[in-house]
């Protein structure tokens, strides 16, 4: 069974930093990690970023200039550095993946 696990996930204080991880345990193309959302209890998933295959990226309004997508393709492994955190910013953040699947999610929680 293929899993696909996102790490990096902790407890920071505002103005802080992190860094995502996300690998899936198969090189099938489907299970290629593409891109982070986040979601807090109660609401629906939000689009954070994107790396598309031509290596441009997306980011949400709220993220723009403060988190950072990138992929190390050896390692088969996606990336979201997360500089100048905000309150904000406290969801549980999912992978997806090129065919649309998703990780368990990794949990960032920013303080005051």
């Known amino acids: 069974q293929v899993a696909l696990v996102e790490s990096g996930g902790n407890s920071v204080q505002a103005g802080g930093s992190l860094t995502l991880s996300c690998t899936p345990s198969?090189?099938?193309?489907?299970?290629?990690?593409v891109a982070w959302y986040r979601q807090i209890p109660g609401k629906g998933r939000e689009f954070v970023s994107r790396?598309?295959?031509?290596?441009?990226?997306n980011y949400a309004d709220s993220v723009k200039g403060r988190f950072t997508i990138s992929q190390d393709s050896a390692k088969n492994t996606l990336y979201l550095q997360m500089d100048n955190l905000k309150l904000e910013d406290t969801a549980m953040y999912y992978c997806?993946?090129?065919?649309?699947?998703w990780g368990r999610g990794t949990q960032v929680t920013v303080s005051s």
């Open positions: 997806q993946t090129a065919c649309g699947y």
């Open positions: 790396r598309l295959t031509n290596g441009a990226t």
């Open positions: 198969s090189t099938n193309h489907c299970w290629e990690p």
